[in-house]
Structures are given as C-alpha cells and as structure tokens.
C-alpha cells in the first residue's frame, strides 16, 4: 500500500517522518526548509503542527497542497537561500539521489544560522544487514540490484552513503552531529546480531591501529561507538541531527 499522509504521497519508508520530526526543535517560529519537499506531505505535517515560516524546495512543483513559499532548487547548484538565514533544513531521503552531495552540504552550511539543525536521512548501508547484502552480491539494502543506465533518472540511488562517509560529510562543513536515530527496525534484522561481536573485534583492532598512525584516535573512538549503535547495526533508515557550530 502507498503511504500517505492525509492523502499526499509520501516517498519514504515507514516511520521516517514521524522519527524527523520527532527530531526537530518544536519552535514555531523558526524558519524551516524542506529540500527534496516531493509532493508535500512533510511540509502539511509541519504546518499542522504549527510551524509558520517554511520553504518548500524541489527540482520542480511536484507539491499537492497549497503552499506560497515554494522555490525551484537542484541539490547539485547553489541554493538561493541567503546566508546564515535558515534555523532548520530538513532532508528526508534526497542525499542519496545526487552526485555532489560535498557541494549540497557545504549549502547547507551555508544557508544555516550558527546553532541551527539539519536532518538527514538516507537508506541504512552501514547496517548489518546491508554489509551482510554487500558481501554476497556487490549491492547495498535498497539498491539490491544495477539501476537502469538506459533511463537515469532522478530517483535512482547514485550516491549511497553510509555512517562514516555522512560523519565526513557535515563535520567537514562546520556541522557535528548531535543525534542518530532510524525509523525501524525490522525483525529480521535481530538475525545479525550474531556477528556483532565478530565485527566489533575487528573493527576495534583497525580503527585502534589507523588512529595512532595517524592521529585520529579520537574520531576513530568517537565513530565506533555511533557504528554500534543499535540505530546503525540494525536501522533501516539513517537519520542524522547535525547542528552548525561555526
């Protein structure tokens, strides 16, 4: 069955929006944008709740609802946001679906006041799961398989990202992350609680290797304990609260 929220469209999996938002600072008075805002269902979802200055921002009007504040914006090309004017920016599956995802983030940054949040989510890679996917046939969870090269399009995954890479991403654009959290965990998911231990050993012996050759043993700390989560290992969806500190 297609999810919906009060009939519009919602293109992600279970639970994402309710877990965004859950995330998000509940003032009304912030200046929100939503980018990839596909038809509009999370921009409702805030205006039901009160929230009274949002931007609705897509490649095209793809929006199913009335809403006076929407701009035309590729997440490849500079937004036309002014800087340091956004208190929040939300982006709920998008990152995935681009190629400079270094030139999106750093707009990011830009377009956000200092203290101001972004969400992300994007489809769990770096869960067990996935891995175990990877193994076996070169493919991630929800890329199980080639994408059609004869009809690219915008909603294939060319830019899958996983928890490490996210980290680099916003930390590297003045961004650090505040919170890691998924919309579900499916059952079968508990199956690979079984080589948690195995992957922790090996994945403690390098991380403590790298760290002293090249002095990072801090963000190697720092990234295996946000690697195993519960939300990472066994997380459908990655979601991610960064918060701009410069």
């Known amino acids: 069955m297609r999810r919906n929220y009060k009939g519009i469209p919602i293109n992600t999996s279970k639970n994402t929006h309710e877990t965004v938002f859950g995330l998000m600072k509940k003032d009304t008075n912030a200046v929100v944008v939503d980018i990839p805002c596909g038809a509009g269902a999370f921009v409702q979802r805030l205006i039901d709740n009160g929230f009274n200055h949002i931007i609705a921002v897509d490649i095209e009007n793809m929006l199913e609802i009335e809403h006076p504040n929407f701009i035309i914006g590729d ?20 990152i995935e679906h681009i190629s400079r995802q270094f030139d999106f983030v750093g707009e990011i940054s830009r377009a956000l006041k200092t203290g101001g949040e972004f969400i992300v989510s994007t489809p769990n890679i770096s869960s067990l799961r996935s891995r175990w996917r990877w193994l076996f046939t070169g493919h991630h969870n929800k890329c199980k398989s080639p994408l059609n090269e004869k009809q690219p ?4 995954h060319i830019g899958m990202v996983s928890l490490p ?11 650090k992350i505040q919170s890691i959290a998924t919309n579900q965990i499916k059952p079968i998911s508990w199956l690979y609680a079984l080589i948690v231990p195995f992957s922790y050993i090996f994945t403690w012996l390098v991380y403590s290797s790298t760290g002293k050759k090249e002095g990072t043993a801090d963000i190697n700390r720092e990234t295996r304990q946000q690697m195993f989560s519960k939300a990472v290992l066994f997380g459908e969806t990655l979601i991610v609260k960064a918060i701009k500190t410069v």
């Open 75 to 94: 997440m490849t090309k500079p937004l036309t946001l002014k800087d340091d004017s956004v208190d929040a920016i939300i982006c709920i599956d998008g």
């Open 153 to 156: 399009n915008a909603m294939h």
């Open 165 to 175: 890479e996210m980290r680099y991403l916003l930390h590297t654009n003045g961004l």
